[in-house]
């Protein structure tokens, strides 16, 4: 019998991480755009000026943080997700699925080459974003403000990622490898 191109397993964890990034990704957007702490200050500024009490622009940035908070929390709680969906990941190949592709095999053409070396590149990248992650949090305070200059270079890659992947997906499909999105959705064992 033909075994199923990705496996339950894998279907299921490929998708758990995309949603997850994708939500992510939503909290990083709204953090940088509407929720951005001098937008809000401003407005709050603004909404301020027609009456007669006055913030400094401390205190406007403080309240802007203050109602950022409750959307930036589910940043960090998709994070610990994330922190437990590639723990999973990363131990899945010692039990058979999801192993992870060595660019450096021989006879590899330049198209799977660069596939590997992709996957290679983003699977280090993620780890230096959840490990300095979890050291914002839960790390000593000395160590945050570096951490942090790392951490935020994460939407560059991410971004980068995302877009090589997509167009990536896509193509395939529409060339040698009719039907890659209907195995990754719902395992189906045909080829085309
Ligand atoms: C692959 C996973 C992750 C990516 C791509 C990522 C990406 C980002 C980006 C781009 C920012 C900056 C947003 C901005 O300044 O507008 C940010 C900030 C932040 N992230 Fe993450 N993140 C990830 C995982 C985590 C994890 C696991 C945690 C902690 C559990 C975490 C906690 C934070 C915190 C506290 C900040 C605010 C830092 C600051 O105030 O400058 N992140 N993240």
Redesign the pocket.
Known sequence: MEKPKYSKVNRVIHWAIAISFLL?LIT?FL??TWMNKYNMAAIIQDYLSGTDQVLSQDQLIALAKKIRQPMWDW??YI??V??GLFSIRFILPAFGYMGFQNPFSKNLSLKVKFQRWVYLVFYAC?IV??TT??I??LGPKALKKPM?EI??L??YY?VAYIIIHLTGVLIAEFTEEKGIISRIVSGSKNKD
């Open positions: 992510l990083i953090r940088l940043h960090i994070g610990y994330l922190v993620v974003s959840l992650g979890l914002i949090v942090e951490h935020v994460g939407v991410l």
